[in-house]
């Protein structure tokens, strides 16, 4: 799935101005004019003609702006209008507000384009880590949805991926401690650290493992370091008639099956970067699968979600009533009804949704 698109942010936040705000210069000139062709004696309103070349810096570039402020100053001289009577609309004051608007416009235009460069490097970073999954990874149908705490980013403190390798298909859901672009170098790390361990690890405790020294080597040397993750691993058979899952620390998976909602006991392990692998090494419980089982994975910024009582947001129950069976679909359905139900979103949310396939016999 992707991350959050440009009209999501809304146009205070860098999204084009709504049609609304780029008629509204024009409007206003027509208004103006209109409003004084018709009345029968001389409107004091020229005054409204200033407030013309700042509306278009919010949605134009400096040569429009230039062409609405010129307008404007044309309009003052227009007998008709009796507009530039003494004592209605200063004439210079208003050349000036037309002058600095263009000079406005002209910085804004500039400034925008960086803006849209820097998105379009965060962009290309972002997939650098964390590129979109594909529908199918071997015989596993999946779908991934991601949406970062902190406005205006595009990465966090979450991070999934699935991967085939020599032993299956292996997938990995976590959350780096904090969030936001502080958390971006770990969520590197880790992911790095998954996808070369799913070519050599021959199981996903020892995949944990891995994951778990990668944190360690990391903090090495830095006083009070508590840097540390949640993950939870799964490892699908060939056949699709199981699931391998290893806990560590983080919220287990669900498991959809014939319209309801099974929480699955999974031993629950350490969080990553702990040290603990080593004397407290990690165990897994493999699941037995059925045709159309789908397991739904979520970070605690979905299950935490709470309304405006303070209410958990009940993840069990609203699955019951969003289940479908595609994995896309799934995933932003859930994401539509958490926005309905907790206005604001304090923690990166992320969803990941495994839907295993038999093969089929020849």
Do not use: K
Not at 268 to 278: K, Q, R, T, V, Y
Request: glycine share 10%.
């Amino acid at each position: 799935m992707s991350r959050p698109d440009r009209d999501r942010r809304g146009w205070l936040r860098g999204a084009p101005p709504p049609r609304w705000v780029r008629v509204l210069p024009a409007a206003l000139l027509a208004g103006v004019c209109g409003a004084t062709l018709v009345s029968s004696e001389p409107l004091d309103i020229g005054f409204m003609l200033g407030a013309i070349p700042p509306l278009a810096v919010l949605s134009y570039g400096p040569a429009a702006t230039a062409v609405l402020g010129a307008l404007v100053v044309a309009v003052l001289f227009v007998p008709a209008f009796h507009l530039n009577d003494p004592g209605s609309t200063d004439l210079l004051t208003v050349c000036f507000v037309a002058a600095l608007s263009v000079f406005v416009s002209f910085v804004r235009s500039h400034r925008d384009a960086q803006l849209v460069t820097e998105r379009a490097v965060a962009q290309a970073a972002q997939h650098a880590v964390m590129p979109p999954l594909p529908p199918c990874v071997g015989p596993v149908r999946c779908a991934g949805l991601y949406r970062a705490a902190q406005r205006g980013t595009l990465v966090g403190g979450d991070f999934f991926d699935v991967r085939e390798g020599p032993f299956g298909v292996r997938a990995v859901m976590g959350d780096v401690q904090g969030h936001g672009l502080s958390a971006v170098a770990t969520v590197a790390a880790l992911l790095g650290a998954f996808r070369e361990a799913v070519l050599d690890q021959p199981d996903p405790e020892a995949v944990a493992a891995r994951l778990d020294r990668r944190l360690e080597l990391d903090s090495a040397g830095e006083r009070h370091s508590e840097l540390f993750a949640t993950a939870v691993l799964l490892e699908f058979a060939t056949d699709g008639r199981a699931v391998r899952i290893v806990a560590c620390g983080h919220p287990t998976p669900l498991l959809l099956r014939d319209g309801r909602v099974v929480e699955l006991d999974v031993p629950a392990g350490s969080p990553l970067g702990l040290g603990l692998s080593d004397a407290v090494p990690p165990v897994g419980r493999t699941v037995p699968l059925r045709p159309g089982d789908r397991l739904f994975l979520a970070s605690d910024g979905v299950s935490e979600a709470r309304d405006a009582a303070g209410v958990f947001y009940p993840l069990s129950e609203r699955l019951t009533d969003l289940d479908h069976d595609d994995p896309g679909a799934l995933a932003v359905g859930v994401w539509a009804d958490l926005v309905r139900y907790s206005r604001a979103l304090n923690d990166d949310v992320t969803m990941l949704v495994l839907a295993p396939r038999r093969p089929e016999a020849h």
